[in-house]
């Protein structure tokens, strides 16, 4: 007999969408559920997000793990560019149209480009398919996700508010980059998009932002103050360069 009294907590309502709670809980939390409209409706959007995000990224969701996000690159010399599918649609442009997005110091470099903008999708395609782990560190620690990923890191990592452009930050983690740590951020939609935003060291400066496409995904790439920064999501370059517009508006006014 189920009781809709009994607490039910917050990993069993994830374990409940994911198909993944034991037997003997389910009559429990579909009794609660049924007793909490509130706690439902998150797992009906909850529902909602997970089927969006396997019709958009299923086809990815499989592949095994790119070598060049194994932690034992931490350890490795930066590779040289490897041709792959993406080198076919690396595109580059400047994104005008207004004071601090025009080239300025040193131009980076085609190969530093390629580097960081594959790595980046590369991450975005592996973690934005998750909906029970996505991240290390849950957004709701702003304070201490920002203050692990500095300590890791060595630069100032500051997660950017997105709000104005309708996204919320979800968490992040730290990942193995081109010439040592990186830092990843993810950010989410209410209908359930997600853009995430990856740094790491860079031996070359520009604010010239670099155009890189794979699939259904985008990236947008420059470097200031010695970190490079890539801003993935929606190959929707309108829509992208909205939400890197914001993301290095912020990060020039905490000075990188």
Not at 125 to 153: D, F, I, M, N
Not at 229 to 252: I, K, W
Request: with cysteine.
């Amino acid at each position: 007999m189920t009781d809709p009294r009994i607490p039910v907590t917050e990993d069993e309502l994830h374990a409940y969408v994911d198909n993944e709670l034991p037997a003997e809980r389910r009559g429990d939390v579909e009794a609660w559920l049924s007793a909490h409209p509130d706690d439902a409706e998150r797992v009906r959007s909850w529902r909602e997000m997970a089927e969006a995000l396997h019709a958009r990224y299923d086809s990815v969701a499989d592949e095994p793990v790119p070598q060049r996000l194994s932690i034992d690159r931490l350890a490795q010399q930066p590779r040289k560019w490897m041709y792959g599918a993406i080198a076919a649609t690396l595109l580059a442009f400047v994104a005008g149209g207004g004071a601090g997005w025009l080239a300025r110091g040193a131009a980076a470099s085609p190969s530093m480009f390629q580097n960081f903008t594959v790595d980046a999708l590369d991450a975005h395609r592996l973690y934005v398919v998750e909906v029970r782990h996505p991240v290390e560190v849950p957004g709701s620690e702003r304070a201490h996700l920002q203050q692990w990923l500095t300590k890791r890191c060595g630069w100032d990592v500051r997660a950017p508010e997105l709000g104005a452009t309708g996204l919320k930050l979800v968490g992040g983690r730290l990942l193995p980059g081109p010439t040592g740590p990186a830092s990843f951020l993810m950010y989410e939609s209410a209908s359930g998009e997600r853009f995430t935003i990856y740094t790491s060291r860079a031996s070359a400066e520009t604010t010239q932002m670099l155009y890189a496409r794979q699939d259904n995904d985008g990236a947008l790439f420059w470097a200031d103050k010695g970190v490079g920064y890539v801003v993935s999501g929606s190959s929707d370059r309108d829509r992208l360069t909205q939400v890197a517009r914001l993301v290095y508006d912020q990060t020039e006014k905490t000075g990188g």
